[in-house]
């Protein structure tokens, strides 16, 4: 009974700033998960756009680097995405996206699985020149 529920999408001008928001629900509090958004423009594959791994740490991919933050409120409930500089590049329908983080040896570390199991429906986000 996972839900994730985007919202906060919209139609904004470049340069301007537009801030997500994913709910989340029915995680197993015994687990650690890991959460990301991605995105898809029509015509493209869907893309990683930023995650936040099961201890906090975070990670971009590089056409976003200082200009998305992710992040979690302190119950861990809402999963959100600073957007900043919004450029037409970043025109997409974007999706969070959650599983639970896999121990990794021989350092015996967490680490995200290669694909996300719980998925949201998605929130459209424009940006217009």
């Known amino acids: 009974q996972v839900q994730l529920v985007e919202s906060g999408g919209g139609s904004v001008q470049a340069g301007e700033s537009l801030r997500l928001s994913c709910e989340v629900s029915?995680?197993?509090?015994?687990?650690?998960?890991?959460m990301a958004w991605f995105r898809q423009a029509p015509g493209k594959e869907r893309g990683e756009v930023a995650r936040?791994?099961?201890?906090?740490?975070?990670y971009y991919v590089d056409s976003v680097k200082a200009r998305f933050t992710i992040s979690q409120d302190n119950q861990k409930n809402t999963l959100s995405l600073q957007m900043t500089n919004l450029t037409s590049g970043d025109t997409a329908m974007y999706y969070c996206?959650?599983?639970?983080?896999?121990?990794?040896?021989?350092?015996?570390?967490?680490?995200?699985?290669?694909?996300?199991?719980?998925w949201g429906q998605g929130t459209q986000v424009t940006v217009s020149s």
């Open positions: 936040i791994d099961s201890s906090g740490k975070t």
């Open positions: 996206a959650a599983d639970k983080a896999r121990w990794k040896l021989p350092k015996r570390i967490r680490v995200c699985p290669p694909e996300f199991g719980y």
């Open positions: 029915g995680l197993d509090d015994d687990s650690r998960y890991c």
